[in-house]
């Protein structure tokens, strides 16, 4: 247990707050995922042209956004692959998205400013979770 201790002292306090941010932001893409997927007929509405494997994608990656911040807190070396398996995984997602909507789908430009806004934190935790986890 003393062990533990001291690692959790060494982890740098920016990488604290990246999985605090990561913790965050997964409880809020669950919750707003959750709305679209399961919720009233209004929050379908209100969430307008939505793309639907966009948004069944980020409601399941927000329990691995919650589960990475869990462990990049404790300084898992897992939550580190974990960290840049996300960011690949949205980009992906991203490249798929672009060809949906090259291919004429409808969406929402919300969509777009949310898929770059994901790719970006992800990016920059699974950078830092490298650099601080090694």
């Given at each position: 247990?003393?062990?533990k201790q001291i690692v959790k002292e060494k982890l740098p306090g920016w990488l604290r707050l990246l999985a605090g941010v990561a913790v965050i932001f997964g ?108």
């Amino acid at each position: 247990m003393q062990t533990k201790q001291i690692v959790k002292e060494k982890l740098p306090g920016w990488l604290r707050l990246l999985a605090g941010v990561a913790v965050i932001f997964g409880g809020m893409t669950v919750f707003s995922g959750g709305m679209v997927l399961f919720g009233p007929p209004e929050a379908r509405m209100a969430a307008g042209h939505y793309v639907p494997f966009v948004v069944w994608f980020n409601f399941l990656a927000g329990f691995a956004y919650v589960a990475t911040g869990l462990g990049l807190w404790v300084g898992a070396g897992w939550a580190r692959t974990l960290a840049i398996l996300i960011a690949a995984s949205t980009i992906a997602l991203a490249v798929v998205f672009g060809g949906f909507v090259a291919m004429g789908g409808a969406f929402e430009m919300r969509t777009v400013a949310a898929l770059t806004l994901r790719g970006a934190v992800w990016i920059t935790i699974a950078f830092a979770s490298r650099r601080a986890i090694g």
